[in-house]
């Protein structure tokens, strides 16, 4: 099963990611994810990216492309994969079709989590990322069992660098301008599919699984 999740910054793509891959043995795969990895690593990669990441701007194609390509193409992501964050653009869902074909491998379904603007500034200032294992929080939301402290590994919990009120706003906004096209993109190839990202995290998911059982039947 192949998924790509869409939605603005702070609607639950990561959230729900892990939840899929808990579920159904899939593999995650986060661009934004891919790239705060290579921040923390201090790769020049990581360098280039964090400069375009901390003003909420996209970074550009050469770099983003090469890295989904290759990651996708490693053995684990024949299992299935969770695609979160990518593509953002019609010229990126063009690179994912290329090389899906390539990799003999095609999109079953693109979610988007539907959501309004405040509530995803409440979602991000509020949510904490652990240090060491990445797994995702919200101080009120979905809190850690212990303060601080990821559940998982006992990491730190830290918040996000881009996680500042006016990155978000700007992130919305580019998210706003480039949505509408990628929209009419998978729903012209009978993919696309809406859930409402403001419901509980188990609803969110509910829904979510709720189209890809009807998906697997139908198929
Ligand atoms: P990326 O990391 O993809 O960030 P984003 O799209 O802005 O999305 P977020 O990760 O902020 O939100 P999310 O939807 O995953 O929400 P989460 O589950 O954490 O990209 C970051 C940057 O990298 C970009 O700005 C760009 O610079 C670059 N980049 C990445 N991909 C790129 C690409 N393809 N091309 C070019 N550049 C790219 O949830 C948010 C919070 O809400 C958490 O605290 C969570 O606990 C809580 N929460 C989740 N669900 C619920 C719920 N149902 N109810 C209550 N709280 C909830
Ligand atoms: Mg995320
Ligand atoms: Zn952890």
């Not at 949505?179 to 509980?200: H, R, T």
Request: aromatic letters at 6%.
């Amino acid at each position: 099963m192949f998924v790509v999740l869409m939605g603005p910054p702070g609607a639950g793509k990561g959230t729900q990611a892990e939840k899929l891959c808990k579920e159904f043995g899939l593999i995650h795969v986060a661009t934004g994810d891919i790239f705060r990895n290579a921040v923390k690593e201090g790769t020049e990669m990581g360098k280039k990216a964090k400069a375009y990441m901390d003003k909420g701007e996209l970074v550009p194609d050469e770099i983003v492309l090469g890295i989904v390509k290759e990651r996708l193409s490693k053995a684990d992501c024949a299992n299935g994969v969770v695609l979160d964050g990518f593509p953002r653009t019609i010229q990126q869902a063009e690179a994912l079709d290329q090389v899906l074909e390539d990799l003999k491998m095609k999109i079953n379904m693109v979610i988007i989590l539907d959501i309004n603007e405040d509530e995803v500034i409440d979602r991000l200032t509020g949510r904490r990322v652990c240090s060491n294992c990445g797994a995702t929080y919200h101080i009120k939301y979905n809190p850690p069992k212990v303060r601080n402290i990821c559940d998982y590994c006992s990491g730190e919990l830290q918040q996000r660098s881009d996680d500042t009120i006016e990155t978000v706003k700007d992130r919305i906004k580019i998210y706003n301008n480039l949505i509408p096209p990628l929209i009419d993109y998978y729903e012209q190839k009978g993919l696309f599919q809406k859930a409402n990202g403001s419901n509980l995290i188990d609803c969110v998911f509910a829904e979510i699984d709720s189209f890809l059982q009807k998906k697997v039947y139908i198929e």
